[in-house]
């Protein structure tokens, strides 16, 4: 019975982690605002039930930036441009010993800058445009898919072509997000020991005016 019980703790952990994502937001200059949960839902009242596990993500180039826990996300004041941050600590890795799996989550707002800057980014293909390319240490994901979430909350898959590019069918005004997953399989490191698998979860958020 204990077995069992531990068996569907850990497959629940990992459903969880999977169908989790961690993106941002951010309204012109202001403020960033970090979140995890399911970006394709609305963000429950005080945030999402698995928030409090989004402790302390780590900004790209503003290592000291002061997060500022609120109800449902973290907010940091940066300088204008896009905001990174990337976490590998939200979830625990489960499975049993020698299969253990965990989640690594990159994410970004903005679409002002062509370049990448993490080992997992979704990218413009030029500055402010519709079409996007998915890039793994900086070389494209021929076929990757990407789901796009539209201000309405209409949400469809895609699937990039053969240099990772795909266009995002901007249809409104609002805010956008795509995001595109990936699992390394092997013997592979991780603070937490040596992993079986990795996943790898990337976001991209931006704003039409």
Do not use: C
């Not at 896009?82 to 939200?90: E, G, K, L, N, Y």
């Not at 995002?168 to 609002?174: A, I, L, Q, T, Y």
């Not at 595109?180 to 013997?187: I, L, M, N, P, S």
């Amino acid at each position: 019975m204990i077995r069992k019980f531990l068996l569907a703790a850990l497959l629940a952990s990992a459903t969880t982690a999977q169908a989790h994502e961690v993106w941002i937001e951010r309204d012109g200059t202001g403020p960033a605002r970090i979140y995890l949960g399911e970006p394709g839902e609305p963000v429950p009242e005080g945030g999402d039930p698995e928030f409090a596990k989004l402790k302390a993500p780590k900004l790209i180039n503003h290592n000291g930036a002061a997060l500022v826990r609120k109800a449902g996300y973290l907010e940091v004041a940066v300088p204008a441009g896009d905001v990174r941050a990337w976490d590998d600590a939200v979830f625990e890795p489960w499975g049993e010993a020698g299969k253990k799996e965990s989640v690594v989550y990159y994410a970004r707002a903005g679409r002002s800058e062509t370049r990448a800057a993490m080992p997992f980014e979704i990218a413009p293909v030029t500055a402010h445009g519709d079409r996007f390319v998915v890039l793994r240490d900086g070389k494209p994901v021929a076929g990757a898919r990407v789901t796009v979430i539209t201000p309405d909350k209409w949400s469809k898959g895609f699937i990039a072509d053969a240099s990772g590019v795909l266009r995002v069918p901007v249809r409104e005004k609002g805010r956008y997000l795509l995001s595109a997953t990936q699992k390394d399989e092997g013997a592979i490191a991780h603070p937490s020991g040596t992993l079986a698998a990795l996943h790898r979860i990337a976001t991209t958020s931006f704003v039409v005016e």
